[in-house]
């Protein structure tokens, strides 16, 4: 029988986030991974962006499995905006804790997921799926039980690294089992996917992936209060802070919902985990006290800046020289204003500031962690995933200077199909429509370019607001016009700019209501609206939202 195998992503390429990855066997449809993406700071208004997954709604008949590999938002948060809206009965594979994430998340969207059927598997463990034979090994990342996937197929394995690093030392649940990726290796690999997002840290990730002895010295130099800054789902970053503060005999106190949601996940389903017994609930302002704020995406940012506001008015928070800010969560990019302006705020506060988020690495595959997979499963074909696309561009040259061929690195985009026929690459330059999908409030899909422009608009220029009312019978002006502006120029020596605005406005619409006829209110908004942008943008280079209000009497 004829194999053919198409491989795609509708999310995670050339970004961070939402990644998404679709193997077509043989018309069967093996999903790994359902992320969502966090907004960068110029996407006003938008909560989550997910992937295009208009593919899956046509197509959900084919969806054998979805195999997700760890509980970040980035990789299953989609997930329940896909089951819900496609109302979809489909098998759903992942650890217990990744289901468990799964449901926290669904709940947090309000989402209805029980349609659905969930299966916990073991980090190491093979089972079928329709016949096709998936493996299942455990890697090292921020969360527990984090795995990669093998989904094995007559002309060699498709392995999915999920998010990784390959760290030797550390136990279960952040074990990686390179005995259980060794003997899964011994078969030939196809096609290798593994992600990018690091690909330009020269060496292995791990141990600078670890806060523990920076936050050690800390705690010795700092007397007072320690409020530390992490980014939500960062699990084990999380149990580091934990057990640091117990070392040094600190108490905890758990700032946002979000953590503290995160650690009843793991009291109640990590076996080895032990609710601290030094966490307070009140008392925020205890002198030797672990502030822990975590949040997901760059609401981390908005958590410090109201923490930093508050110094001003909240006498009982009183921020002293005794105390730190301890940043441990990095600018992501599009964020970097925001993070500079909150790090400014912070160190105009009387406390010390340790920005120790430069100072480690976050928990995504540097060049030796790549390498090492890469001689492990020694894949036909190769292709870089999860990242910018610079970053994918440095990972197939570390793949070319580890010996392969050039035309067997597959650096492609969202969209485009990777096409095999009995194990061989075919040249079919498909594309499958991958749009992503901006969450704003409870739209899914709604927002649409020239809605962020609006709101743009109204950040950087302000708002103009014309009224005025012509009566339909004698087709005079009969009231205003009024002109109002926020967030716009309305000092005393605007009166000569507003006169030409009222002019301009009152003349174009005393023009348009002499025809014969009804009078079209769209037409004469959109010619009202582009006159007087032509004037403001003419008299004050400004380019204001205009609102034209026309009434008839």
């Known amino acids: 029988m004829e194999e053919n195998v198409r491989v795609f992503a509708l999310g995670g390429l050339d970004e961070n986030g939402k990644s998404l990855y679709v193997v077509d066997y043989n018309s069967q449809l093996y999903v790994f991974d359902a992320g969502l993406r966090y907004p960068e700071e110029s996407l006003l208004g938008i909560d989550v962006i997910l992937p295009g997954y208009q593919y899956l709604i046509d197509n959900k008949d084919r969806i054998k499995g979805i195999f997700l590999t760890h509980g970040h938002d980035e990789n299953m948060g989609a997930l329940p905006f896909i089951i819900e809206e496609m109302n979809l009965d489909v098998d759903v594979y992942g650890t217990n804790f990744t289901i468990l994430s799964l449901y926290q998340t669904a709940e947090r969207f309000n989402k209805d997921i029980h349609i659905a059927h969930f299966h916990v598997i073991n980090g190491n463990q093979s089972f079928l799926v329709n016949g096709m034979k998936i493996h299942a090994f455990s890697v090292t990342h921020g969360v527990p039980n984090s795995c990669g996937y093998a989904l094995e197929t007559e002309n060699g394995l498709i392995v ?144 410090l800046n109201e923490i930093a506001m508050a110094n001003d008015t909240e006498k009982s928070l009183k921020i002293t020289a005794e105390d730190a800010f301890v940043i441990a969560s990095p600018a992501h990019a599009g964020t970097e204003l925001s993070f500079a302006r909150i790090l400014d705020k912070l160190y105009k506060t009387d406390a010390m500031v340790y920005n120790i988020s430069k100072d480690y690495v976050t928990m995504h595959a540097g060049t030796e962690d790549l390498k090492t997979l890469l001689a492990i499963f020694k894949p036909k074909y190769y292709m870089p995933v999860r990242g910018y696309y610079n970053k994918m561009v440095e990972n197939a040259r570390l793949a070319l200077s580890q010996g392969y061929n050039h035309n067997n690195i597959l650096v492609y985009d969202n969209g485009m199909v990777v096409s095999f026929k009995d194990g061989e690459l075919t040249r079919a330059f498909e594309t499958i429509p991958a749009d992503e999908i901006m969450v704003d409030g409870i739209g899914i899909g709604d927002v649409e370019n020239v809605v962020i422009n609006d709101r743009r608009k109204l950040q950087q220029d302000g708002v103009m607001i014309l009224g005025i009312s012509f009566s339909m019978y004698t087709r005079k002006i009969v009231a205003g016009p009024d002109i109002q502006m926020r967030g716009f120029i309305l000092n005393r020596s605007a009166t000569a700019f507003v006169e030409k605005v009222s002019k301009c406005f009152s003349d174009t619409v005393y023009e348009f209501v002499q025809k014969p006829g009804l009078v079209d209110f769209t037409e004469l908004r959109a010619l009202c609206k582009e006159r007087v942008q032509t004037l403001v943008k003419n008299e004050v280079d400004r380019e204001p939202m205009i609102l034209p209000v026309i009434i008839s009497v």
């Open 160 to 303: 999915y690294s999920g998010d990784f690093i390959l760290d030797f030392s550390e136990k279960p649940p952040y074990d990686t089992n390179l005995a259980r990726i060794t003997e899964i290796a011994k078969k030939p690999t196809l096609l290798l996917l593994a992600e990018s997002y690091n690909s330009t840290y020269e060496g292995y990730v791990t141990p600078n992936h670890h806060l523990t002895r920076r936050l050690n010295s800390i705690c010795d130099e700092v007397k007072g209060r320690i409020f530390i800054s992490i980014y939500g789902q960062t699990v084990i970053q999380l149990q580091e802070i934990i057990n640091c503060a117990k070392e040094n005999k600190r108490r905890i106190f758990l700032y946002t919902r979000q953590v503290r949601e995160t650690i009843k996940l793991l009291k109640d389903e990590i076996a080895n985990f032990s609710l601290p017994d030094n966490i307070i609930t009140q008392n925020i302002f205890e002198h030797d006290c672990i502030v822990v704020v975590s949040e997901l995406g760059n609401k981390v940012v908005e958590v």
